[in-house]
């Protein structure tokens, strides 16, 4: 049995400390407006759902997203998911390369990643020894997953939800051997959640462990650059299955590095959010929180 304990709060950055708390707020906002979008709440009714003034919810948002709540709501609207499928058809032709200097890479995680081989997957990750720790992020508890070869993992949950997680991320790879080291897994959190340390030299090493298809899907959402969007339609056309966006959707859904592979940024084609394995509200979050920082 797997035993789950929190992470040192002293070695976590303020920042991202400060940013786990935000989310909480911005969490619980989200979920008042899913309920009550019809008739379009006011600032000032959101702030008090939540018990805070209208001035510090807006505060809050701009410390969190680089938006304020109005902002923020207009960015994960229908409308502005359509937005985000112009010129989808062009946008995974685009090749992601670590360094590539295009202004839409300004903002990117700047990733380079390797596929374990289909055997060690097909074995259930034996003979595979992981690290794990959870760490604070702007969207909740991360669970990070990391072998000596790179970021293997990252999944997320609310407070109390740290258990759950770690058993649907281990049970992924059922035959490797798993302890618990935040300290080895911190520098990743740190490196994936705080964009000052996003550049180009100083890639993300990422292993990717699943079947030939899956990986396939999940090199293809690498391409997808922060403040775009596709479709389960265009990525199963890009990779020669045009008539397999229902699978590629089952592996967007099992993707086990979420966030760092954006499968968050894929939508359906009328621009609904669809789901999301970590919860749709995480979800939203994630593309608010990214049209703050491409702004």
Request: aromatic residues 8%; proline residues 6%.
């Amino acid at each position: 049995m797997l035993n789950v304990v929190q992470l040192d709060q002293h070695a976590v950055p303020i920042r991202l400390r400060d940013a786990a708390d935000d989310y909480e707020v911005v969490r619980r906002t989200l979920a008042f407006i899913s309920d009550h979008w019809r008739r379009q709440p006011s600032v000032e009714e959101m702030a008090e759902h939540v018990g805070l003034s209208a001035g510090h919810l807006h505060h809050l948002f701009r410390r969190w997203a680089g938006l304020t709540p109005k902002d923020f709501l207009q960015a994960i609207t229908l409308d502005a998911a359509r937005r985000l499928l112009r010129d989808e058809a062009t946008v995974l032709d685009t090749a992601y390369e670590v360094g590539y200097s295009g202004p839409g890479r300004l903002h990117d995680l700047f990733v380079t990643h390797e596929a374990m081989s289909p055997g060690d997957y097909k074995a259930g990750g034996a003979g595979l020894a992981m690290a794990y720790g959870f760490h604070p992020s702007p969207f909740g508890k991360a669970l990070v997953l990391a072998t000596d070869r790179g970021l293997a993992g990252l999944g997320f949950c609310d407070a109390g939800g740290e258990p759950t997680a770690l058993a649907d991320m281990t049970g992924r790879w059922p035959r490797a051997s798993f302890r618990e080291d935040p300290r080895l897994t911190s520098p990743y959190a740190e490196r994936i959640f705080d964009p000052g340390a996003w550049a180009g030299g100083r890639p993300l090493r990422v292993v990717l462990i699943g079947t030939d298809f899956e990986v396939r899907v999940w090199e293809t959402l690498l391409r997808i650059p922060m403040g775009r969007a596709t479709t389960y339609s265009s990525i199963a056309s890009h990779i020669g299955k045009p008539g397999a966006a229902r699978a590629v959707g089952a592996a967007v859904g099992r993707n086990p590095v979420s966030f760092v592979v954006p499968c968050h940024r894929v939508i359906g084609r009328s621009g609904a959010l669809t789901g999301y394995h970590w919860g749709l509200t995480r979800k939203q979050a994630m593309l608010g929180w990214e049209a703050g920082k491409t702004s």
